[in-house]
C-alpha cells in the first residue's frame, strides 16, 4: 500500500562504454530504466513510499528487472509477470557536437501487449495518494492506452492526485495519434509536466519567439503555453522544463511552473553533463515531492530543478540523490567542493 | 559470387562476464552469432570463400551485425537490410554442476519477417557450389520456412550440393511442426548433421541403448540413426555429433560419419570447456571443409571434430581457428604446450 | 514479520578480479557477503520470507549493505542503523595447490559495536518459525555475545527452532572461549551446523579415522560426531559437511545428517570451484528450507547438499539459485547440458 | 578495383585507459590506426570505394590489422604480407593543463622495411581515382620514399588526383631531410593539406602574425601560406586546419581552403574533446569527400571541418560517422540533443 | 638515509569507476594515498631523495602499501611493520554540481594506534635535511599527537627544516583539539602551508571579504591571513592554496606565500578537473621541490601552483609529473598540444 | 650491492583479457616479463637481495619496466638507460587443446642493441655472490653474447657462483649458433637448469626411451642427460624440469636434479593452469633460493618444484609467492582450502 503509484513500461537499457559509438568494442553497460520507473526510483530515494507497476515475463531477465527496483527500495508487488519480452532501448552517449543516439527495441515487449485483466486498479490504488504516468505508457500499444484509461478513472474515483509528463515519442505514435489519445486522459490529469516541444507535438499549443537550439529562452513563451494547458485541461500545475542544448557536454538547464495564478522560473544551471537521460524524469519526482510534501510552488520548482540538474551528473537512468543533496544544492551550493 | 553460401539468423548475444549469473553485475558481453554465421565465419577462417545471407535493420544494430561479418571476410552483399530488430539472446555461461542457460529474444527479427522478395537466390547462388542452412531458420517463421523452401530448389537446380544441421529448438516449434516441415526440407538435403537427440525430437529416429548424461555411448546406435537418416532422404552423408556432458566444465567430444556404405567413428577429445556455444556449428564448418576439398571421410571427419573440439576453448560463437591449428590437433598435438 | 530471521555480520568483500593475488592490479569486486547473510539470501532465493538482523552505519557504505539484501528481497526493517564502520574481509581466490586467502578487517564494525538496545527482539520474532545465527556472531564481541544470547532466549519463549552453523573462526576467538559461549548458547539449540574441524575446535568432539586433507572420509568418524553433539546438546538434529580437498580447483562435497536416530549420508559431487566461499551457509540455507518444508531427512539432506554444490559454480557469497535448479541437479541431471 | 587508393602505415595504439597515465594501471586499449588507414576507414565510412595500401607481417597482429579494416569495408587486397612487425604507437590522453602524449615504436616495421617490389602499383590504380598519402610514410625510410615517388608517377600515369597531407614528423626525419623528399613529391600532388606549422617546419613557409598557442588566427597568414603552397607546388587546392589549443580539454577548431582564387575560411566549432588523435586525418577524408563529390569549394571545407569536428568526440583514430550525421553538423544543429 | 622525510598516514583508497556513485557497480579502483605518502611520492617523482614514514601491518594489504611507494622509490625503510588495520577512505567523484564524496574508515589504523616505540626518529633523521607532515597526522590518536611532537623535536634538534599543511579535518578533531595541539606543533614548523579555511579553523585566522564559493578573491585577505600565521608562530614561509570552485568539474587554482617580507601571488589556471584529491598534497610537494631547490621564492611559487595544476589532471592521490613536465608548463604552455 | 645478480631482457608482455584470441577484443593485459626479471622478482619475493641488470629506453615506456621492478625491491640501480625501444612479447592463453601462443617482437630492444660500455661489471658484482643468466640473453644479437661472456668472466674473478639456464629459443637462433655460444659460456657455468629439449636442441645432448607429449616419463632418461651436462661442462649441479602437457589447462609438473653423485626426482604435482608462462624461471628462483640458504640438495630440489607449482596458479610472468607459501605447499598441503 504505497503512497505514490507510477505505471508504465521499464527497459533495458544497453550502452557501450564511455563515449564509444554502438559496438565500437564488445561490452555494453547493461542496466534498466524508463520514464516512470526512473520516477519511481528517484522517489524512494527521496525517502517517500512508492510503486511502480508494469508487466515484466516471468523469465531471468524480468525479474532483474524487478529487482533492480527493489534494490531502491520500491514497491512491486504488483507488477504482473507474464509476457515474452523485456523491451530494450540501445543508448549511446554523444559527447560535444555529437548527440547521443537513442535506438528502441520495444516493440512486443510484456507491457505493450499486457490487457486490462493483468491490473486490479481498486487494489493497487487502496490508500495511495498520488498517481503518475508518461505520455509513453498510451503509446506503447492500444491495450496500453485503455489501461492507462482505466488507471486514470480509478485513480480519479480513489481520490489520487494524477500528474502526467507528456513525453512525446515520434517513433511510437504521430501528432494526431498522440492528441486524441492524451487529449483524453488529460481529463484525468492535474500536473501536467512538458517541454515546449511536447506540448506543441502533442497538442499543437506553442511556444512563440522561442529558440531552444540558439540559446535564447523567452520567458513570455512559456507562460504562454502553461497557461493553454491550465485552461485546456483544467490542471491544477503545468510545468515546463527549460533545457537550452549548447552541446552534448553542455546544457543549461532550467524550468517554470504555473498554478494558473502565479507564472515562477526557476533559478537556471550550467551543466556539465555525464548522463542527460532520465533528466526529465528526475524533474518530475522533484516536483511530485515538493507538491506532496506541500512546499510552496517556488520552493516546489527549484527543488525539482535543482534534483534533476544533479541527475545529469549521474550515470544511468535513476537518480541516485537524497533530499539533502537536493537541498544543498537549492540553497546555493554548487560549488562542488568535496565532502569530507 | 562466393563458393559456399548460408542462410539464417545472426542475433546480438549478451552474456554476462566470466560466470557470473544474469545481470550479477552491470556489464554484458556484447556480440553476435547464430547457427549459420558461425559456419560461414569458421568457413572464412579456414580461407574459403563464403557469404552469409539473412536480413537485418538498417540501424547501428544492424549493421554491427554485418561488420562482425565483414570483419572475418564473409561475404555480405545480398545481406537484405530492412525491418525492425535483431534478434537476441541472452547467455548464461553454467560451470561443474551448474547448466549453462539461453534466453532467446528473437521473435519480431528482421529475418523472421522477411518474405520471399527480400531475397534473389539466383543470383546468390550464381557460381556458388555449396549451400547451408540448420534447422532453426525454418522455424523462425512460416515466411523463413518458406524462403527455405525456395533457397533449396534454386540450390538443387543451380547444381549445388546442400548441407543441413537438423539443430531442433523446442522454444520455436514443436515435433510435430518441425518433423512437418523439416521432412520436406530434407529431400533437398545431400549432408545432415545431427545430434541423437534432434534426430528423435524432428524425425523420431531413436538410437537405441544410448544414455548420454550417463557418459556411455554405444556405438551401434549411431550407426543406426546415421542408417535410418541416409535411407530416409537419400543423403550422400549423415553425421552425428557425439557429446559426453560430465559437467559444464568437463565433456568428452566426437563424431561418426556415414556415407551408406562406411560407419565412421573419431578420435574422442576430453574437453575443458571454455564456452561451448557453436560447437555444433563449428562441426558443420569442419565438415563442409573436410568434404568440399576432398578429404577422406575419415579424414573430413576427424578435421570436423579436431575443429569443433577446439572451437570449445574459444569464447564466443566464432570458431577462431585456422586450418595449420585444426591440422596440428589432428596430428596428435593436443598437449597445449606452448607455441613460440 | 518474516518467517525466517537471520542475525550476524554482514561484510564487504574486497576481492581482485579472476585469480590476480591482493592488489596485483588497482582493481578490486567489491559486494557484501557474511554467513547470516548468505543464508538469508539464500533462502528468499528458494522463496521464502526472511528477514536479515544486523546492525550497520548510517552513512552510504551501510546503505550499499541493506540495499544489496533488499535486492534479495531479504528483509531489512529490523536492522538498526548506527556506528562507525561496515566490515570488511579481503578475498584472494587460489587456484590449484595455491590457497583462497582471507584477510579480516572487521574489528570495531557496528555489529560488533552494537549493543542489546539495538534490537527489540520480541518484535522481531513476531511472526517468525526460525531463528538461526552462526559461531561468528558471538565472537564478534561481548556485546554481540550477549546479544546472542538474548536473541535464542526470544527465539525459544516465541516457540521457534533455533538453527545454529558453528563456523570456528580461529582469529576471532579461542577455543576456550568458543567452547564457554558456544557452550551457553547451544542450549537453546535445535539444529547443529558444522564440519568436523568445528565440532573439535569448539567442543573437542573428535571424528575418529578421518584425514581431510587427504581425501578419505570416514563415516563411522561423522556419525559419532554427530552422535555426541545431539547428546550432550539435546540437539533435533545435527548436520555435518563433508568436503575433500583435491585442490583449491577441485573438491569432492557431501553432507551427513542424524535426527539422533537415523545417520545419512549424501551423494558426494565432484566440484569444479568457481567460488567456494559461502558453501557452507548454502548448505544451512538448503536445510533450513528443507526441514522448513517438512522434506524427509534424507531429501532435505539432498537438497542441502545439492544447493551447496551448485554454489560453488557461482561468484559471490550468495547463492543465486532457485528450488527449481535445485531439484533438477537432486534429480540427477549434473551433465550441465545447455538449457535453452 | 577501389575508386579512392590510400597509402601508408597502419600501427597498432596502445593507449591506458581514460586519462591513465603510461601504465598506471596494467591495461591498455589495444586498436590500430593511422594517417592513410584513418583516412580510408573516414572514407569507407562515407559510403566511398576506398582502399588501403600498405605492408603487413604474415602473423596475427597483422592480421588483426589487415581485419579492422576489412570490418569498415576498406579495400585490402594489396596489402603486402610480410616483414617482422606491426610499428607500434603509445598514446596517453591529456586533459586540462596537461597535454597528450604519443611515444612512437615503428622503426622496424614491415612497411619501413618494405621495398618497390612488394606494390604493384599499375595493379592498385587500374580504375582508381585518387590517390592520397602523407608526409609520414616517406619519412618511414629511404625505400619508403622511394614506393612514395614510385607511387605518385604511377598515379599520375593513371590520371589520378593527389593529394597529401604535409603531415611533418620531427621523430622520424629533419625538416631539411622532409623538405628535399616532400619537396619532389609535391610534383606529383593536387590537393596539399596542412597546418601552418607543416608548412613552416617543411617548406619554411611562415604564415606571419599567428599564434597559435596564444588563441587568436590572423587570417591573412594563412592566406599567404596556402598561396605560397599552390605557387610554388602548383597545386589545385591547398587545404589548413587551424586549431586554436586552449587546453588538452578545449580547442576551437576551424580550416580555410584555396584554390588560388577563392580563400575561404570555414565556421569554427568550440570543441570538447573526447580524442584528438586522427582528427586531421579525418578533415583530409572530409574534404576528399566533398572534392570527390563535387561540392562547391566551400562546402567542401564546410563538410571537412564539420566531420573533423565530430572526430574530436569519437574514441579511437577512425572517424566512425555518417555523410548524414556531417551535413546534419553543418546544417547548424550542434546542439548535441538526443536523437530517439 | 634520505633527504626528505614525510610522516603520516596512506591509506587504501576505494573508488567506484568514473562518475559512479558509490555500489553503482561492484568494482571500485583500489589504491593508495594520504596528505603525506603523496607529497613523499611526487617529491620522488620530482627525482629527490625522500622516504616516508609510518606504521602498516604486516598482512599483504600492509605490503601493497609498502609496494606502491617502492614502486615510485620512494624510501620505505623506516615504516614500521605491525597493528590491525589499514585506514581506508572511500572516494565518489562528483562532476559539475555535485560534489565529490569522502567517507573515511581509518579509526583503529595501525598509525593510528602506533606509540612512540615505533619511531627511532634519531635514526630516521641522519643525514636528512626536511621534514614534512600535515595536521591530519595529529589529530589520528593521541599518541599519534605525541609522535609528532617528538618527531618535530628530533627534527629540530638535527637541524632539519619542518613544513606542515595545516589541513584540518572535522571528521578527526574539533578546531578546538586542532588549535590547542597543532599551535603545539607550530613551534617547530619553518614553512606552513594552509587554506584559508583551514587557518580560521584551526587558528581561527581570518581572511576578510573573501568568498571561496561566489569566485571572488580578496588577495588582501590572503596577505593577512599570512601574516598573521607568520608573526604568531615564527615562520619562515606562510603559504596558500586559492582554489575557486566553479562546479566540481571546473576550478580556478592559485596560490600565494609571504617569507613575512613579500606577498606575491601566482598565475591562476582554469582547471578541468579529473581527480581534484591530491592537489593540496601536491603544492606542498612542489614548494618544498622549490624551497630545496633554492628557487627564488617567486620562481617555488609558480612550480607549486604549476605542479598541483597538472595533479588535477591525473587519477588517484599521487602526482605523476615530471620536474619537465612542471617546467613546461610554467613556461606558458598550458595548450594542451599532443606532445609526439 | 646486491646479493644475487640476474642479467637479461625485460619486454612488455602484451595479453588478450582471460583466454580471448589476440586482438579478440580491443583491451590488452600490459605487464612486464622475462626470463631473468622473472628470477629476479621470484628472488626478492623470497626476501633475498637481488638486483637486475638490463639496459631500457629514457623514455616512459623503459620506466615503467624498472618501477615494475622497484615495486618488488629488486635492485635497479645498474639498468643502462638508452636504446629506442622496450621488446614485446604477444601472449595468448591457450585451454583445453588449443596452446598458448607467443609471438616475439624485440628485435632492436635496447638491450639487443647494448655494447660492452654500458655495462660495469666490477662494479655491477662488488659483493655479489652469484650471477644468473639464460640462454636467451646471448641470443639477443652478438653484442648480447659478448656482454654475456664478459659478465661470466668477471662473475668468476669476483668468485660468484654462475647459473644458467638454458631455454633454447629456435626464433633467435639456430641449434649450431646456439651451441657454439652456449658451449663458450657454460665454460663458467656452475647450475646448469634446462629440460631435455634444451639440452638436445642446444648441445645434441638427449634423453632416451622419453616422451614428454605422450606424458611417460623415464627417469633413466633424465639422468643421463644430467650425467653427460655434468660431465661436459665440470657443473657442480645440473637440474631438469619435468613438464607433461596432458593440455593446456591441465599439466603434471616435476623436476630431477644432479651433483654427479645424487640423482633425485622430485615429488610431481598435477596442475591446473592459470599461467604456465615463467614457470621455468620460477623453478630456477626456487633453485637459487635452496642452494642459496644451504638446503640439502633433496630439499632445494623439492623447495624449487613447490615454488614453480604454486606459479602456475598465478597471473603474470613473475612468481608472487613467499617462502612461507612454498614451504606450506612443501609440506604437503596442497589441498587448497581457504587460509583464513
Same mark, same amino acid.
Given at each position: 500500500?504505497?503512497?505514490?503509484?507510477?505505471?508504465?513500461?521499464?527497459?533495458?537499457?544497453?550502452?557501450?562504454?564511455?563515449?564509444? +559509438?554502438?559496438?565500437?568494442?564488445?561490452?555494453?553497460?547493461?542496466?534498466?530504466?524508463?520514464?516512470?520507473?526512473?520516477?519511481?526510483?528517484?522517489? *524512494?530515494?527521496?525517502?517517500?513510499?512508492?510503486?511502480?507497476?508494469?508487466?515484466?515475463?516471468?523469465?531471468?531477465?524480468?525479474?532483474?528487472?524487478? +529487482?533492480?527496483?527493489?534494490?531502491?527500495?520500491?514497491?512491486?508487488?504488483?507488477?504482473?509477470?507474464?509476457?515474452?519480452?523485456?523491451?530494450?532501448? =540501445?543508448?549511446?552517449?554523444?559527447?560535444?557536437?555529437?548527440?547521443?543516439?537513442?535506438?528502441?527495441?520495444?516493440?512486443?515487449?510484456?507491457?505493450?501487449?499486457?490487457?486490462?485483466?493483468?491490473?486490479?486498479?481498486?487494489?493497487?490504488?487502496?490508500? *495511495?495518494? !498520488?498517481?503518475?504516468?508518461?505520455?509513453?505508457?498510451?503509446?506503447?500499444?492500444?491495450?496500453? *492506452?485503455?489501461?492507462?484509461?482505466?488507471?486514470?478513472?480509478?485513480?480519479?474515483?480513489?481520490?489520487?492526485?494524477?500528474?502526467?509528463?507528456?513525453?512525446?515519442? %515520434?517513433?511510437?505514435?504521430?501528432?494526431?495519434?498522440?492528441? $486524441?489519445?492524451?487529449?483524453?486522459?488529460? @481529463? =484525468?490529469?492535474?500536473?501536467?509536466?512538458?517541454?515546449?516541444?511536447?506540448? @506543441?507535438?502533442?497538442?499543437?499549443? %506553442?511556444?512563440?519567439?522561442?529558440?531552444?537550439?540558439?540559446?535564447?529562452?523567452?520567458? +513570455?513563451? =512559456?507562460?504562454?503555453?502553461? $497557461?493553454?494547458?491550465?485552461?485546456?485541461?483544467?490542471?491544477?500545475?503545468?510545468?515546463?522544463?527549460?533545457?537550452?542544448?549548447?552541446?552534448?557536454?553542455?546544457?543549461? !538547464?532550467?524550468?517554470?511552473?504555473?498554478?494558473?495564478?502565479? =507564472?515562477?522560473?526557476?533559478?537556471?544551471?550550467?551543466?556539465?553533463?555525464?548522463?542527460?537521460?532520465?533528466?526529465?524524469?528526475?524533474?518530475?519526482?522533484?516536483?511530485?515531492?515538493?507538491?506532496?510534501?506541500?512546499?510552496?510552488?517556488?520552493?516546489a520548482l527549484e527543488f525539482a530543478v535543482a534534483a534533476s540538474c544533479l541527475k545529469h551528473s549521474i550515470e544511468g537512468d535513476f537518480n541516485r540523490v537524497s533530499v539533502e543533496e537536493v537541498e544543498r544544492l537549492m540553497e546555493g551550493d554548487g560549488s562542488g567542493r568535496v565532502q569530507r
Amino acid at each position: 500500500m504505497a503512497d505514490i503509484i507510477t505505471f508504465g513500461e521499464i527497459m533495458l537499457r544497453l550502452k557501450p562504454e564511455g563515449y564509444l +559509438r554502438f559496438f565500437q568494442n564488445d561490452r555494453m553497460e547493461a542496466t534498466f530504466g524508463g520514464g516512470e520507473a526512473n520516477v519511481a526510483v528517484s522517489l *524512494a530515494n527521496f525517502g517517500l513510499d512508492v510503486e511502480f507497476v508494469t508487466k515484466l515475463p516471468a523469465h531471468e531477465i524480468g525479474t532483474a528487472a524487478v +529487482r533492480c527496483l527493489d534494490y531502491f527500495g520500491v514497491g512491486t508487488e504488483h507488477i504482473a509477470r507474464g509476457g515474452q519480452r523485456v523491451g530494450i532501448y =540501445y543508448l549511446e552517449t554523444g559527447a560535444s557536437q555529437r548527440p547521443s543516439k537513442v535506438i528502441y527495441d520495444r516493440a512486443g515487449s510484456a507491457i505493450a501487449e499486457a490487457t486490462g485483466e493483468d491490473f486490479d486498479w481498486d487494489d493497487i490504488f487502496r490508500g *495511495a495518494k !498520488w498517481f503518475h504516468f508518461t505520455g509513453i505508457t498510451p503509446a506503447l500499444s492500444a491495450d496500453a *492506452a485503455e489501461i492507462c484509461q482505466e488507471a486514470c478513472e480509478k485513480a480519479k474515483a480513489h481520490g489520487l492526485t494524477v500528474s502526467c509528463d507528456l513525453n512525446f515519442r %515520434k517513433k511510437l505514435w504521430t501528432s494526431e495519434e498522440a492528441e $486524441k489519445t492524451m487529449g483524453r486522459l488529460m @481529463e =484525468y490529469v492535474d500536473v501536467c509536466i512538458a517541454n515546449e516541444e511536447d506540448a @506543441e507535438q502533442v497538442f499543437g499549443i %506553442k511556444a512563440e519567439n522561442t529558440d531552444v537550439t540558439g540559446g535564447k529562452l523567452d520567458h +513570455r513563451g =512559456y507562460c504562454s503555453v502553461a $497557461k493553454q494547458l491550465i485552461e485546456r485541461f483544467g490542471l491544477s500545475h503545468a510545468a515546463i522544463t527549460l533545457r537550452t542544448s549548447l552541446s552534448a557536454s553542455d546544457n543549461q !538547464w532550467a524550468a517554470m511552473i504555473s498554478d494558473g495564478t502565479q =507564472y515562477l522560473f526557476s533559478r537556471e544551471y550550467p551543466v556539465r553533463i555525464v548522463d542527460r537521460v532520465g533528466g526529465g524524469d528526475s524533474f518530475s519526482a522533484g516536483l511530485i515531492y515538493g507538491l506532496r510534501q506541500n512546499m510552496e510552488l517556488g520552493k516546489a520548482l527549484e527543488f525539482a530543478v535543482a534534483a534533476s540538474c544533479l541527475k545529469h551528473s549521474i550515470e544511468g537512468d535513476f537518480n541516485r540523490v537524497s533530499v539533502e543533496e537536493v537541498e544543498r544544492l537549492m540553497e546555493g551550493d554548487g560549488s562542488g567542493r568535496v565532502q569530507r
